[in-house]
């Protein structure tokens, strides 16, 4: 089972709708990560918090929302999407020092924006 | 910037075979680190293997092997007697520290395929 859960495992909506993508991990990670991956594409980081704080935004448009509410939840508002944010959302914990830092990652949540 | 490049798009392998995975990788930092991710249909990414730049030997776990040259910045993964169970997409990736926190960037990755 991985430590790194998310929810939901599918999402469909419509480019209206305000939906929300969740995700948890208890293993005293600091830093947590959203990654968006395309079908055939490597993973492409959008945020990362430190400490729960926003620390890196990769120029991600403003209809995508991240949200650290505690050390141990992550959260991605999602509104007015596209069709072309159909994607995996990967999201991934580690510890904040440097050196063998490996990342978790959650089984992702797939979503398809009609 | 740091890059990596996986120049093998897919790998077909006869079972209990070995096989090599390349990466290669740019970077200016000294210090850096080198992972590889399995990533099955199923979408979760598992990690592998870590190499750090200043390790002096080539990092081992279980039926995986990191022959890590570093003068010619390649980290290629290694998995001996290979398992129906090892079909899945390989990504090697590289960390960055930027504004204090770590940044993994991926290779386009690898899709390896066992046969029977």
């Known amino acids: 089972d991985t430590e790194v859960t998310q929810t939901p495992k599918h999402l469909v909506m419509g480019m209206t709708n305000k939906k929300s993508l969740k995700c948890e991990q208890h293993?005293?990670?600091?830093?947590m990560y959203w990654y968006k991956q395309k079908a055939k594409k490597p993973p492409e980081l959008m945020f990362v918090?430190?400490?729960?704080?926003?620390?890196i935004n990769e120029s991600v448009p403003s209809r995508f929302s991240p949200e650290c509410p505690n050390s141990s939840l992550l959260n991605l508002h999602l509104h007015a999407l596209q069709p072309e944010d159909s994607a995996l959302y990967l999201c991934?914990?580690?510890?904040?020092?440097?050196?063998?830092?490996?990342?978790?990652f959650g089984a992702g949540s797939r979503l398809t924006v009609l | 910037a740091q890059k990596i490049t996986q120049t093998q798009p897919g790998m077909f392998v006869q079972e209990k075979e070995a096989v090599t995975l390349d990466c290669t990788y740019d970077?200016?930092?000294?210090?850096?680190?080198l992972f590889w991710y399995k990533q099955p249909s199923s979408g979760e990414m598992i990690f592998l293997i870590y190499?750090?730049?200043?390790?002096?030997q080539n990092a081992t776990e279980g039926r995986y092997s990191l022959n890590f040259q570093k003068a010619r910045k390649s980290a290629n993964l290694v998995i001996s007697a290979s398992q129906l169970g090892d079909s899945a997409m390989y990504f090697c990736?590289?960390?960055?520290?930027?504004?204090?926190?770590?940044?993994?960037?991926f290779g386009q990755g690898t899709r390896l395929t066992i046969n029977p």
């Open positions: 991934a914990s580690s510890r904040v020092s440097s050196g063998a830092n490996v990342l978790t």
């Open positions: 970077t200016s930092d000294p210090s850096y680190g």
């Open positions: 293993m005293g990670h600091r830093a």
């Open positions: 190499q750090g730049s200043y390790d002096q």
């Open positions: 990736a590289m960390r960055g520290v930027i504004q204090g926190a770590q940044k993994l960037v």
């Open positions: 918090y430190s400490y729960e704080k926003l620390s």
